[in-house]
DNA sequence: TGATTAATTAACTAATTGGTTTAATAGTAG
DNA sequence: CTACTATTAAACCAATTAGTTAATTAATCA
């Protein structure tokens, strides 16, 4: 999978609401798949593709444990998010524009 | 809209690399949809549906000018997205996460 | 062993997505 | 008015998504 696919599947992972309140339940520690399903009203095997999914993307690991499969979040892939976005940080924000030109003040002095 | 269905549209309209690209292109300036096709196999008619996309979420806004309507950016909906993807970065970056333990005890000394 | 609990698979459905080709619209230029 | 250019709309198609219910697997517990 090229960095390109795996932003794919991160973006599409994170474009559910279900999926994201996931990561944010499992961004307070492990869960199992019946708790990261309670407060939803969706059916178990709904939530168990959500998951599926969150998995193929890379944003959760799972484990073994009895005949429970807890979910633990890994937010890698979200690094690859906040790096593609930060692309287009100097359109949106004027402060981070401003810094920018510092930056590139200091480094062209020091270039002198 | 609220907030989540705004990310919902954003995040799925990043998941393709298509439009990713066509929003590369217009972080150069604004471009026109046969400007924007052009470095595309595909049909312009689904240039035009991928444009589609990107405008209902926000991210591009039209003009018109003669028989053309000029895309440009408009990376506002990306600064939610980096809002949102920073609840997480603590669990990603340890130095962020270190940057973070000093501004509290900073807080924290203030407060005593 | 048999019952219970946790989770997934299978089979199905309705809606959406991403593409196509052909046709239509809107504006410009002769 | 006609022809050309830029863009969109319509109609279609195959694949994917998000959900359902019913059945199955896997592990524990009594």
């Not at 999926?19 to 178990?44: D, H, K, Q, W, Y």
């Amino acid at each position: 999978m090229d960095s390109s696919d795996q932003l794919d599947a991160t973006f599409s992972a994170l474009a559910h609401p279900t999926r994201r309140a996931i990561l944010a339940r499992l961004a307070e520690g492990e869960a199992t798949v019946n708790t990261l399903a309670e407060p939803f009203e969706m059916s178990l095997p709904a939530i168990s593709k959500h998951i599926r999914v969150l998995e193929k993307a890379g944003l959760i690991k799972r484990g073994r444990n009895a005949q429970f499969r807890p979910c633990t979040l890994d937010a890698q892939p979200l690094a690859a998010v906040a790096l593609w976005t930060d692309q287009y940080r100097h359109i949106w924000d004027v402060r981070f524009d401003a810094m920018d030109r510092i930056l590139n003040n200091m480094k062209d002095a020091k270039d002198e």
